[in-house]
């Protein structure tokens, strides 16, 4: 972890100190890096429990959030992403006001900085904590209570994270989270070894036997109706959440944004994509192993990759396990710290409350937002101890909050020229009010990853009417900016052929036509 700081801090002296080389690492980052910070900023301790829990309780099918994220990634590298650094855009909601209106950019940072706050931050911290309490007995060392070493450890663990964010800005977040990538790949792979050699009392070969003989149906990612991803969602919200999620969520594009060219922008997005492949091997077979071995003992699903970990991985490892772990839960923390930062001072700071303040005020306000986010999510992130369907199931549910309103406005924005603002504020209110019902009141009985693709549908319906109706007066144009070089990479549209045949392999591989048959 010392290594880690250290190589941080001297990739970052010295560029950090104007607003493109805090906010955006200078333009300068190339595929690797972009690659590197986009596997360890999406995959943290909240995949590792998150999906291990529900691999332990159900089967593979939450294993769809990741897998089918490969096709919006596409989407980003190969329409998204160009309109983005064409037009220069340093966040998400500067390309909405060039699109709509100011009014249209403050609404989307509302969304994002509650969602991030309340949500996605908190859920980073409290599952890294848990993943940490479980492993390293930190209630025994520190002779506490369990929620007293919780809230001991979220507070430590955020301490050190935020220092990265706060100190470093983004190209300090890009580059810690390269090097841990290397860790946490290594780890994912172990554990899976670990874990079988276990299942077969001494011999990986006669643990595989019983994965892929004995309950074969948990290897199955082809989902029912019960289960947490049912199959059909793949190809109604599914889609538009990961378009969400790869394509507009500022905490994960910011470091698409900060690329040297289009060209290492759309490499190190791809790449991310073959990364994502990986996770039904090393944060799904673990749950299932762990199935195979407890018998359903661990009542708290929650609980089930840690206690594996704790089990199977020797002594000696227990180190660069909680090196990479907490590697892990900093990248995810500082990445969105540095992204909420980002949000409050280039989208409400700067042109609401001084339009000319310079470079070294901006980072100032910067970094004292970071600190006032992070301070504000120790608070929240104990109270998602008490989520009763896991951890997982709680973050999608409640990010449906804003990531189907932003994804609408992102896509019926690019792709039309006479949609009003007035369009944008209707669905934004119309979304936070009719998800919440739907959710918190009328309890409908389909999966909330239906009512995504219901809203999504009802809510693009709105804005053509009301573009019918009520039409800009001026049709919108797209300006393009040449800040950095906008050739495409000649191998994007190949490497994405090759991404989408290795999705559909995966699927065909857990099913009951594949190894869950």
């Given amino acids: 972890m010392a290594a880690v700081a250290w190589i941080s801090y001297r990739k970052t002296k010295g560029e950090v100190d104007t607003k493109e080389g805090y906010f955006l690492a200078g333009r300068g980052l190339t595929g690797t890096f972009i690659a590197g910070s986009l596997l360890l900023t999406n995959l943290s301790a909240e995949q590792l429990i998150g999906l291990n829990g529900s691999a332990y309780a159900f089967n593979m099918t939450a294993m769809a959030w990741e897998v089918t994220a490969g096709i919006a990634i596409i989407v980003m590298a190969l329409v998204f992403l160009p309109k983005y650094l064409g037009g220069a855009f340093s966040t998400l909601p500067q390309f909405l006001e060039d699109r709509f209106d100011p009014g249209v950019r403050r609404l989307s940072v ?74 946490l790949l290594i780890v994912g792979a172990m554990v899976p070894l670990f874990g079988l050699a276990a299942l077969g009392e001494g011999e990986i ?211 039309t020229k006479h949609i009003p603002a007035l369009a944008a504020k209707v669905v934004v209110v119309f979304h936070v009010v009719a998800y919440g019902l739907l959710q918190f009141v009328f309890e409908v009985e389909i999966s909330f990853i239906h009512v995504y693709a219901i809203l999504f549908v009802i809510e693009v319906g709105i804005m053509w009417f009301i573009g019918l109706i009520n039409p800009r007066p001026q049709a919108w144009h797209y300006r393009r900016e040449e800040v950095v070089d906008l050739t495409p990479w000649r191998y994007a549209k190949h490497t994405a052929l090759l991404l989408v045949a290795c999705i559909v392999g995966t699927y065909f591989l857990f099913s009951p036509i594949g190894i869950a048959q």
């Fill in 110 to 183: 509302v969304l994002f900085l509650f969602g991030y706050g309340l949500i996605t931050i908190p859920s980073i911290l409290y599952s890294g904590s848990l993943a940490v309490l479980r492993l390293f007995d930190v209630p025994g060392l520190l002779n506490l209570g369990h929620e007293a070493s919780l809230v001991v450890t979220i507070f430590v663990i955020g301490a050190v994270g935020g220092i990265y964010a706060i100190f470093g800005g983004l190209r300090a977040v890009a580059v810690s989270d390269t090097i841990n990538g290397v860790g």
């Fill in 205 to 415: 070969s006669r643990g595989l036997t019983i994965l892929l003989t004995a309950d074969t149906h948990k290897l199955n990612a082809i989902g029912g109706a019960d289960d947490p991803v049912p199959f059909g969602t793949l190809f109604t919200g599914m889609i538009i959440a990961n378009l969400f999620y790869w394509g507009t969520n500022q905490y994960v594009i910011q470091r698409t944004l900060g690329a040297k060219n289009l060209a290492e922008g759309q490499k190190g997005v791809l790449l991310s994509g073959f990364f994502k492949l990986l996770v039904p091997y090393f944060m799904m077979l673990p749950g299932i192993i762990a199935y195979h071995l407890y018998q359903g003992s661990i009542t708290e699903i929650d609980l089930a990759y840690p206690t594996l970990v704790a089990d199977v991985l020797p002594a000696y490892l227990s180190g660069f396990l909680l090196a990479v772990l907490l590697g892990a839960v900093f990248s995810s923390f500082n990445s969105l710290l540095n992204s909420a930062a980002t949000l409050f001072c280039l989208d409400v700071y700067q042109p609401l409350i001084n339009p000319h303040v310079t470079d070294e005020q901006l980072i100032k306000v910067a970094k004292l937002a970071s600190l006032v986010i992070a301070l504000f999510s120790f608070a929240a992130a104990p109270l998602l101890q008490y989520a009763p369907e896991g951890l997982w199931q709680i973050i999608r549910v409640f990010t449906g909050f804003y990531n189907i309103p932003i994804i609408t406005l992102v896509l019926v924005g690019l792709f």
